[in-house]
């Protein structure tokens, strides 16, 4: 996705700089990984400017959603057990799920000068939520149609909807994709993710019933 870099102050110039700096050492070893989340922060604060959202937090929570991808599963989830995240289930069914919570956990005492709401955004990036602000909804999407991704099916559909469908109807397609594509590899979908499911499909019956 390709725009103007927003008019940014030299405050947050310097904060996005330091972030990028610290992620390439953070991610060091996982290229790919530091590949994929400049071009999600990218991605994300394009479609900030696009739906009326905060671009500079937009940005941040690209740059900081993989940050704990550094370490191994094992690692990531023993990580979790000391922060004592509860997920309802045995942690090593959800690994895949623990990095964005784990970062919005650890993350902001060191960075204290970033927002909150950016902190609420990765925690949900894996897992959604049944209340999602527009940042969390850019920045989950941003994560899944980022120009990186191989293309899919699911994945082209949910890019053709860019600046086409509402934020919140990019953010159900894209959120769906992702069930789906959980369940066709026949992996483990954490019983928070249906939960959510049905939360959201709810909100959206009521919502078009108004």
């Not at 993989?66 to 995240?85: F, H, V």
């Not at 690994?95 to 902190?119: C, K, N, Q, T």
């Not at 594509?181 to 108004?210: E, H």
Request: overall charge negative.
């Amino acid at each position: 996705m390709c725009h103007d870099e927003p008019d940014y102050s030299v405050e947050q110039r310097a904060l996005i700089a330091r972030l990028e700096s610290d992620l390439r050492m953070q991610l060091a070893q996982k290229q790919h990984r530091l590949a994929h989340s400049l071009s999600v922060a990218s991605c994300a604060e394009g479609l900030a400017l696009l739906y009326g959202v905060d671009p500079f937090e937009a940005r941040l929570a690209g740059i900081l959603h993989d940050w704990e991808k550094a370490l191994s599963g094992e690692k990531i989830i023993a990580r979790a057990r000391e922060l004592e995240i509860d997920m309802g289930v045995d942690l090593e069914l959800v690994a895949p799920l623990l990095h964005g919570i784990v970062a919005a956990r650890e993350l902001p005492s060191r960075y204290p000068e970033v927002p909150p709401e950016v902190w609420h955004a990765v925690e949900v990036h894996t897992t959604a939520a049944s209340q999602m602000s527009p940042l969390d909804m850019v920045l989950f999407v941003a994560d899944g149609i980022e120009p990186l991704r191989p293309k899919t099916p699911g994945i082209e559909e949910s890019r053709s909807l860019v600046g086409e469908a509402t934020l919140p109807d990019l953010f159900w397609e894209s959120f769906v994709d992702g069930i789906i594509y959980v369940l066709k590899g026949s992996r483990y979908l954490w019983p928070g993710t249906i939960d959510t499911y049905n939360k959201l499909a709810a909100a959206r019956k009521d919502s078009a019933a108004r």
